[in-house]
């Protein structure tokens, strides 16, 4: 398993807003310096639910990743790729599809509200039942550690942790992996008798002190290869190979990033600023956003918690700048309007840096072909690899 490796992916559906900036891609950002991180544009998922109207599809996926790269996902660091053009994806999403109850999949609890909360569309298809066990081997596909995800998905990271523990524990054991287990002790050497001895302890008294021993004793040996030292860390604990690792999820700080109307920021509610509006549309954006309602005349007083721009403030300014709206809002010293005029300031000097960056794809959009050109060939690298186990423990001939 790779620890330290992340993957995370988004689904092309539309253009991406500063809430897709401050609740995740941020994030990611800050990520690709001390890990190794995969960001993949979820396409196959984005059909799941827009099969009916695939253009968004294909629009989007330029726009999404030009944002990311705006965002300062940097493609020297990281793998930015496609889902759909690595296949392994959707070999390992079949693969692991024989051996997932339809219960499991059933009981994801964002399977029943994602059909009640889209009844508009048609969504009792095998794909959309299939969405969460796809993200499972979008994960396990590249064995990795960590996957950076918002609290909602949370109930997909344990399906795939799930899917991964049966499927290792169906594929795990070679026929004959115990006489392949103990030829690999007998190379460990001198210490290969007492490995075997706290293996024993371990397994017979439960003595937590001896795992950690044996454990010990793999990790100082230097005679084992890669496929030995693994099945020993199995059979350590009568457990197979581990072919699919188990990840975590890596849950974002919890961002609620408030939208024009103090809900959270949604393309589904309309109130988003998108990540390289126009400063003039931002400012007008903001400029209409509604206050607190006590305020008709510039004359009444206000209460900043009952207002949407407050939430705004709460984000972008500093203590100074809270303090003055504070102030000024609750006597009514200040206007509404003026109250307005560092927030817009600071939404646009966050995005000056975007724009900056984004300009040079925008105007040469080759330039994001071959980003994902060359993520896609690296990503698919990885993808083959753990395939070519996959497909050996299942039989598949090697
Ligand atoms: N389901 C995720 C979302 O809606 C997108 C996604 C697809 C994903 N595959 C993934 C996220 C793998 C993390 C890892 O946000
Ligand atoms: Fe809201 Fe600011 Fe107006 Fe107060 S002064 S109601 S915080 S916009």
């Not at 950076?148 to 991964?164: F, K, N, W």
């Not at 207002?307 to 009514?332: F, I």
Request: hydrophobic share 40%.
């Amino acid at each position: 398993m790779h620890a330290e490796r992340i993957l995370s992916g988004m689904r092309p559906t539309g253009s991406l807003h500063l809430g897709h900036y401050h609740g995740v891609i941020k994030n990611w950002v800050a990520l690709q310096h001390s890990h190794e991180c995969f960001f993949m544009v979820a396409d196959w998922h984005a059909l799941t639910t827009n099969f009916d109207d695939v253009s968004v599809i294909g629009r989007s996926i330029n726009e999404m990743v030009i944002d990311w790269l705006a965002s300062g996902v940097d493609p020297e660091k990281s793998t930015i790729f496609v889902q759909s053009r690595v296949p392994q994806h959707a070999e390992l999403h079949l693969a692991l599809s024989m051996v997932t109850p339809l219960s499991w999949l059933e009981r994801v609890p964002t399977y029943k509200d994602q059909l009640e909360k889209l009844s508009h569309k048609d969504l009792t298809t095998y794909g959309f039942l299939g969405y969460p066990l796809l993200q499972a081997a979008d994960i396990l596909v590249y064995k990795a550690g960590l996957v950076p995800v918002g609290e909602d998905q949370v109930p997909h990271i344990e399906l795939t942790r799930e899917v991964a523990r049966r499927f290792n524990h169906m594929f795990g054991r070679e026929p004959n992996f115990d006489e392949l287990a103990r030829a690999a002790v007998k190379k460990i050497g001198k210490a290969g008798r007492q490995f075997e001895a706290l293996r024993t302890a371990y397994l017979q008294g439960g003595d937590a002190e001896a795992l950690q021993e044996a454990r010990a004793i793999l990790a100082a040996s230097q005679n084992l290869g890669a496929a030995d030292r693994e099945r020993l860390t199995g059979w350590l604990e009568n457990k197979g190979k581990t072919i699919l690792p188990e990840c975590e999820a890596k849950l974002t700080a919890a961002s609620k990033m408030p939208g024009l109307d103090g809900q959270k920021m949604s393309k589904s509610y309309g109130n988003t600023i998108t990540m390289r509006e126009a400063p003039e549309a931002v400012s007008k954006k903001i400029r209409a956003m509604p206050t607190d309602p006590a305020r008709v005349r510039r004359t009444d007083p206000g209460t900043p918690e009952k207002c949407p721009v407050w939430q705004l403030h709460e984000v972008y300014s500093d203590g100074d700048t809270k303090a003055w709206v504070q102030a000024g809002c609750t006597s009514a010293g200040i206007g509404c309007l003026d109250c307005k005029q560092p927030v817009i300031d600071a939404v646009v000097r966050e995005q000056q840096p975007m724009f900056e960056r984004a300009e040079r794809y925008v105007s040469n959009p080759k330039l994001v072909a071959e980003i994902l050109a060359e993520g896609n060939a690296r990503a698919e690298k990885v993808a083959r690899e753990t395939m070519r186990d996959v497909r050996a423990a299942m039989g598949l001939g090697a």
